[in-house]
Structures are given as C-alpha cells and as structure tokens.
C-alpha cells in the first residue's frame, strides 16, 4: 500500500463514520440500505486506513469480505438468528481493526497527520463496536434467554433499531449519562459498565502515548 493514500483513506473511513453517526438516523425510510452501505465503506476503507503489515491483511481481508457478505445476507433475509451472526462477525471485524490501529499508533515513532486521523476514527469505530455489542446482548437476551423483553429499554417503548443502539453506546461511552436509555438485563448492563470504562481508557492512555511521542521527538522536527 502507498503511504500516501494513508491520509486519504483515513479521511475516507472517518466521513463514513461521521455519516454512519451523525446522518444515518435521520432517514427514516430505507434506513437498512444506508446503515448496510456505510458499513461496508466503514469495512473497506478501515483495512487500508493503515500500512498494515502482510499478516494483518491476511486477517483482516477475509474477515473484512465474510463480514461485509454477513450484512448484506442481513439485509435480504430478515430474522434474528441472521441478524446475530451479522452483529457477531461485524463485532469481531471491529474488534480487529481496533486493536491493529492502536497497536500501529503505539508503535509509530511520530505523531503524524495520519496518526491523529487513525487515533480519531479508533476511538469512533470503539463506539460502533459498543453498539453493536449492545445489539447482540439485546438479540441473545430476546431470543435465546426466551425473555421476550429488551434487554435494553428506550422512551417511549419504541422497538430498537441500530441508530438507538449507536445512541446509547456513544452517550455511555463518553460518559454523558443523560438517563433516558436504561439496561435492565444484567449482561446489558456489564456491556455498559464495559462500554463506559473502555471509552475512558482509550481517551486517557492514548492521548499519553501520543503526548508522549510528540514531546520525545528531535528538536527542530
């Protein structure tokens, strides 16, 4: 990969996250195919964010490619066990590029343009990724604990979609707070307490390594 379509990339994946974040709640209708089309973006353009070695695109392809046919195989065939083998593998997707980023912003000797632009798209696809792992406790506590409740109440009763997910795990991962959404399973509220702590670990540690990396580097660069 040229490293001068590093930035590009970056730029790329952190327009579809904003996109997938901040607009994709706004359509009402046909919301799916959004969601579905920025995710696959989100996918692509995550795997060539960075100069990632052969052995992380070896993983990262494939996972990248089952993940993307998973959500599009949601989308036509409707039901929960679908949609959980779907949250599932994009969970483990993110899982991956989440860890690799952060491990090549640790390893980077320079705080560069790009390094800033991973550390920023990092921490939001930490926010995807807490929502989606709120989907699936949600789907795990519905269908296969047989409670027949959501795990997760939202005003108004309203039934879930991924937007009201996203919604709460961004508000618990910056700890916001504002109480309107409220876990009543247990494993939904671990998930939150998790959510909360990882989001707090993030901000902290990375901005001491990046803090760390720019005050070490050579007089005059």
């Known amino acids: 990969m040229k490293?001068?379509?590093?930035?590009?990339?970056?730029?790329?994946?952190?327009?579809?996250?904003?996109?997938?974040i901040i607009l994709f709640p706004l359509f009402k209708d046909r919301n799916s195919l959004v969601r579905d089309l920025l995710l696959t973006a989100i996918f692509f353009s995550g795997i060539f964010s960075l100069d990632f070695s052969t052995q992380s695109l070896k993983i990262l392809l494939p996972l990248g490619a089952a993940t993307a046919a998973t959500t599009w195989i949601g989308h036509w065939v409707g039901n929960d066990v679908v949609y959980l083998i779907d949250f599932i593998t994009t969970f483990l997707f993110l899982v991956a590029i989440v860890v690799l980023m952060i491990r090549h912003i640790a390893r980077s000797r320079n705080v560069t343009p790009t390094i800033i632009l991973s550390s920023i798209n990092g921490y939001l696809l930490l926010g995807v990724l807490s929502a989606v792992l709120m989907a699936i406790s949600d789907v795990v506590h519905r269908q296969l604990l047989g409670s027949g409740s959501s795990a997760i109440l939202f005003p108004g009763e309203i039934v879930p979609q991924f937007n009201d997910y996203m919604y709460f795990s961004f508000v618990t991962l910056t700890t916001l707070g504002f109480g309107d959404v409220t876990p009543q399973a247990h494993l939904a509220r671990s998930i939150a307490v998790l959510i909360a702590v990882t989001g707090q670990l993030y901000m902290t540690i990375l901005i001491a390594m990046l803090v760390g990396k720019f005050l070490s580097r050579p007089e005059g660069q």
């Open 3 to 20: 490293l001068k379509n590093l930035p590009r990339n970056n730029i790329i994946l952190l327009a579809c996250l904003l996109a997938l």
